[in-house]
């Protein structure tokens, strides 16, 4: 087997990952840097330019898996891209959004590259989805060779899954990003078990442990409290969420406290893309079942589109919970113009519910939350640290030791890191080389061809 990791900057970016298996090419995911802006935003496919891929898989619809899929399929129009079928349905959605948001940044910072694709790409690529159900293997022939392409739920978000591929009796799985705890939206993962030959493994939370004692169930229970106590207070509580699977996760776990009494009955104010992104939630739990969201509950909780009129220091004239995107606080983003009116007011609160990058303007406040002042750039304001800043780990990935666990049980003769910043492939290296040191562990340097 021959394995190209086609990021270019490495980490978690532009994810993209070449293998060839005997006579197939195969290309898994696709995805946009979000740090990154024009070309080098996406994968380098210089290395498989010349190259015609037999099959194309999605694991799921995250923008960083993703974002650059309508390229792909733009120059290779008659292969089939397998996934979920929640993945087909949610895929088209998330990239017209992402083409808005290039032609936006493309005004403002005079980015010609922008869009990397057009609404036509898109329409193109949903022709060439192929969807598989999950754990139900389908054969692909080329010339006198097949192979088998199996998908597993992966638990990270809503259509995700792990691939598990068989040529002549080889087994290489690609977990995906990865959760085994169960949401409220959705089960946990369940990877295919057994040896396996070789295996591509996330590594997103290598760099840290989780603390002792800390769980999901746990940190669920800790945010409902603080948001008790910041409505309590008669303030208004800002909720930064991801887009796709958070909001929507976050919407049944206010509900349920408020059903059980936990949490009063108080105004529930939502806007960005996640709102769009219930309704196709609602339509994936009817046809497929694979989804526990039902849009009525957004009807009975009364949830209210918000007014984006607002002006940086000036708290929000309705109180209550405010759930918006984007979960980093991204610039020009609701969150980001809502931190910037409730943070001056003692009497509101912030709740970050996963990780922030430390380069984004929700990783910049949670480090100065104790400063006394933040600068919202865009705005040109700075504004007087007065309301609570929290953060709860809600994160989508699993905890490093629950990976390495799972790799430990496959007995892989080779295991390739993925998906992780330096320091938590670092970890993984470490570590498994000590668990398995019969299996080869191989850090991959991006662009560079591996014989596995």
Known sequence: MKLIDLNRHGAIGANSTYIQIGAFHILVDSGLHPKMMGFDAMPDFEPIEDVELDLIILTHCHLDHLGSLPVVTAHNMDTPVITTAPNAELAPRMLRNSINVMKRQREEHGITDYPLFLHRDVIQLNKQFVVQRFEHGELYYKDEEKIEVILHPSGHVAGAAAVELIHNDRRIVFTGDVLFDAQRTLPGAHLPQGKIDTLILETTRGAKAREHGVTRASEVDKLVTRIGEILDRDGSCLIPVFALGRMQELFKIIYEARSFGRL??????????????????????????????????????????????????????????????????????????????LLPHAQNGICFVGYCDPDTPGGKLLEEKDSGSFFFETMDYIAPIRASVDQFDLSGHADREELADYAEQSEARAIVLNHGEDLAREWFEKALLERMPATKVLNPTPTVLYTI
């Open 264 to 341: 009063p009955h108080c105004p529930v104010h939502a806007a960005g893309l996640g709102m769009d992104i219930c309704n196709y939630f609602d339509k994936i739990r009817k046809r497929t079942h694979l989804i526990d969201f039902d849009i009525t509950m957004l009807e009975k909780m009364k949830v209210r589109t918000v007014d984006m009129n607002m002006r940086p220091g000036r708290d929000m004239p309705r109180k209550g919970i405010y759930l918006v995107s984007s979960g980093m606080m991204v610039q020009h983003t609701p969150s980001y113009k809502i931190a910037a009116s």
